[in-house]
């Protein structure tokens, strides 16, 4: 059921031992989401946890005070609150992994919250950092620079710095707020952007080497195979960028071979629907911004890819 801030809020303020959980591969605005409201919580007096897999991305370690990857989850909670996914099989830990307690789902996707009872969701709102601080206001709890620096990632990271299509007036203006509360964009900026490692540099030499262009020139795609990566994480998370900024892409699309298949990244201008075709291959987001995980190879992967673009452009 779709909730507002104040019901939203009001099931906040009843809690006192709250698990917090995000989306798995989480990105800036999951993790900035996830602090935020986790700090806010704790200086308000409450229990509250927040549960992460895998260890925190380099560009995002300035979190790591809060943000240890959990190997254990908490046994009970008055509260689960899950952040920035419109879907359980997207969870970082799955329903049957966390303890039984209600869930409130907070979230800006467009997709099926009814597998929430409770989901305050706005599919308009830029970030999902953004309704956190509609309800951080609500509980009336202060915005120190911590929790500010944390919502300002968010917002910064799934805007791509105010660029994307979804980046609104009230993108701006909670930034701003976050600024007041002492958000330091620079130094955000220079962690999450200036993080990149030789090796990181070395497999975006060799993915942009891969590029192939499909329906004059419209649709864009970008590989990176594991061989490329030298055995290493590395941080793909701008790739699709610069196959979204060629001057005649409409939909740009980075097919990232992994251990278990591929993920995909869609990014459209605005014109082309991302999200629908991610949809059509078990993925999802937004119209602008979208991903699929698949078991697959890439080959596999562009040719359903291209079939399904085919069939909506
Ligand atoms: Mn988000």
């Known amino acids: 059921m779709k909730i507002g801030v104040e019901e939203a809020s009001r099931m906040i303020a009843g809690a006192n031992d709250v698990l917090l959980v995000g989306h798995t591969d989480p990105d800036g605005d999951c993790l900035g989401s996830l602090y935020a409201l986790t700090k806010a919580l704790k200086d308000s007096g ?3 946890v927040a549960v992460i897999k895998k ?3 380099v560009k995002h370690r300035y979190l790591a005070d809060l943000l240890a990857p959990e190997t254990k989850v908490p046994e009970k909670a008055d509260l689960i609150i899950v952040l920035d996914t419109a879907r359980t099989a997207r969870q970082d830990f799955s329903p049957e992994e966390l303890p039984k307690a209600p869930t409130l789902c907070i979230d800006h996707h467009l997709g099926e919250h009814e597998e929430y009872n409770d989901s305050f969701y706005d599919e ?4 999902c950092a953004i309704l956190v601080y509609r309800v951080i206001t609500k509980l009336g709890i202060e915005i120190d620079k911590k929790i500010a620096d944390a919502l300002y990632t968010g ?10 299509q979804n980046t609104t007036e009230e993108a701006f203006q909670v930034a701003t707020e976050l600024v007041r509360f002492g958000a330091d964009p620079g130094k955000i900026a220079a962690y999450v952007y200036g993080s990149l490692s ?17 329906h004059n020139d419209t649709v864009a795609v970008l590989t990176l195979k594991k061989e490329w990566t030298c055995g290493q994480d590395v941080d793909t998370e701008l790739f699709v960028n610069y196959a979204r900024n060629l001057i005649s892409t409409e ?15 869609l990014r459209s201008k605005g014109n082309f629907d991302a999200r629908a075709v991610a949809v059509e291959l078990g993925g999802g987001g937004h119209k602008a911004a979208a991903g699929i995980r ?4 890439i080959d596999e992967a562009r040719a359903a890819l291209l079939k399904v673009i085919s069939e909506k452009i």
């Open 198 to 214: 030789p090796n990181d540099l070395t497999a975006l030499s060799k993915s942009l080497g891969s590029l192939e262009l499909y």
């Open 155 to 164: 917002i910064v990271t799934d805007t791509n710095s105010f660029t994307n």
């Open 294 to 297: 698949m078991q697959a190879t």
């Open 124 to 127: 308009k709102c830029a970030a």
């Open 251 to 265: 939909l740009a699309v980075m097919i990232i071979e992994t251990d278990t298949g591929v993920r995909i990244n």
């Open 55 to 57: 260890p925190l991305p």
């Open 46 to 48: 409450k229990k509250a």
